[in-house]
């Protein structure tokens, strides 16, 4: 008898359909010459984070340095 296959190439394993749900729409590149379209309406658009850095800079002399 003859192995029946179960899998379908089209939607893929277990883990890929996964991965589709959770990512949603496949992001695809915009056509060469066409309008990018936007992907969210404005009114679904979070707001910008903001990051603050600090950076702190300390100059040791080394032994070898005179002063």
């Known amino acids: 008898m003859a192995e029946i296959r ?3 190439p089209a939607a893929g ?3 890929a359909q996964a991965l589709k749900a959770a ?3 496949p992001v695809r590149p915009n ?4 309008r990018p379209e ?9 707001a910008p984070s903001v990051v603050t850095v600090n950076i702190k800079t300390v100059v040791v002399p080394s032994d070898d340095e005179e002063d």
């Open 38 to 46: 936007a992907s969210r309406p404005a009114a679904e658009t979070a």
């Open 13 to 15: 394993s277990a883990i």
């Open 31 to 34: 056509q060469p010459g066409a």
């Open 23 to 25: 990512m949603g729409e």
């Open 6 to 8: 179960k899998f379908d």
